[in-house]
């Protein structure tokens, strides 16, 4: 019954920002870990900002210091505040969570949960 619901993707220029949200229903944030992935057409998934059950975060090399990831447990929420977006941030963008102790946070495997994906365009 656990669901996720992504929203705040849509288009924009690069060097725009957007704010990605991550609605969790049936779940519980505490103890659990929270992660951002992304995939574009013809690329694997990938890992992009999560937070471990400790409260620990770890950004992709490629996004370090323009997007932040935040969470609030109090209402089951993640975000992922994007900025100076760039062509190549264009992808699906997707929440996962899990509160299973996991091996790799940016492991899409780990995960149990899933949201629906929001799309991420960014036009040069």
């Known amino acids: 019954q656990v669901q996720l619901v992504e929203s705040g993707g849509g288009s924009v220029q690069a060097g725009g920002s957007l704010t990605l949200s991550c609605a969790s229903s049936g779940f519980d944030y505490s103890g659990a870990a929270m992660t951002w992935f992304r995939q574009s057409p013809g690329k694997e998934r990938e890992g992009v900002a999560g937070?471990?059950?400790?409260?620990?975060?770890r950004y992709a090399d490629s996004v370090v210091d323009r997007f932040t990831i935040s969470q609030d447990s109090a209402k089951n929420t993640l975000s992922l505040q994007m900025n100076s977006l760039q062509f190549e941030d264009t992808a699906m963008y997707y929440c996962?969570?899990?509160?299973?102790?996991?091996?790799?946070?940016?492991?899409?495997?780990?995960?149990?949960?899933w949201g629906q994906g929001t799309q991420v365009t960014v036009s040069s």
């Open positions: 937070i471990d059950r400790y409260g620990r975060t």
């Open positions: 996962a969570a899990d509160r299973v102790p996991l091996r790799s946070l940016f492991d899409p495997g780990e995960y149990g949960h």
